[in-house]
């Protein structure tokens, strides 16, 4: 894979979650072509597995490990299995998450006497724990498990993935939007707390990028753009969608201990502009 620039992280044992989808696919090729450890963690095991194949077909070192990030004892096994492998993790990528049509509106804005269409007073309130859980308590647990090595071996780095949501909240995805804003809370919370012992904790927080979840909504049948993603791009002063690539410099900044060893607490928008523009 094609990598801006390199770093040595031949030292960096990476635990990844959500290693299967696309962008942490893309984050594990990138790291492991600068020499990483990498274990993917997915509860989809076969999609894992597939990335962990392509690594080290790539010449990396890669591994597929099934894990729940809801389930504290499953997190527990996947760090054991990791350790058995690899040794220690001492970076950590929290990039399990995503969003559900239990937390989104059928509708940008209510309007009075609208019916026939979810609103915002149809929403469960378990479709909204479910995405919380799924982006927040997900990144809560796993670092809760695998930042304990890095306290006992004298420091880490922990990267969470936030969103543009957490910068400008868009319509119809108030549980999503609310949670990655959960998400950018606890890196700062996370860095504070775990400076003293040598961990670094950022997140980076991607604008609008086409994955297994959302192309759908992004495109038609016909592979044209919806309307929402005209929308999008319209507000996006670059003009376009972003593609995995675009995250590898700022991820292998982050990495870097050289590069980046006073940069802690900070979350990163890699969005072509969208959280800065006012739409005028």
Known sequence: MDIPFRVDLS????????????????????????????????????????????????????????????????IKLARDEIADVFGCVNFLINGAGGNSPSGTTDIEVMAKGVSGVKTFFDLDAQGLKFVFDLNVLSAFLVTQVMAEDMVNNGGGNIINISSMNAFRPLTKIPAYSAAKA?????????????????????????????????KTLLFDENSEPTARTKKILAHTPMKRLGAAEDLAGTLLWLANDSASGFVTGIVIPVDGGFSAYSGV
């Open 182 to 214: 959960g998400v950018s809370n606890l890196t700062q919370w996370l860095a504070v707390h775990f400076a003293p012992c040598g961990i670094r904790v950022n997140a980076i927080a991607p604008g609008f990028f086409v994955t297994n979840q959302n």
């Open 11 to 74: 030292d960096k044992v990476i635990a990844i979650t959500g290693g299967g989808g696309v962008l942490m696919s893309g984050f594990a090729r990138v790291l492991a072509e600068c020499g990483a450890r990498v274990a993917l963690l997915d509860i989809d095991e076969k999609a894992a597995k597939a990335v962990a194949e392509t690594v080290n077909k790539e010449g990396g070192r890669a591994v597929a490990v099934r894990c729940d990030c809801l389930d504290k004892a499953s």
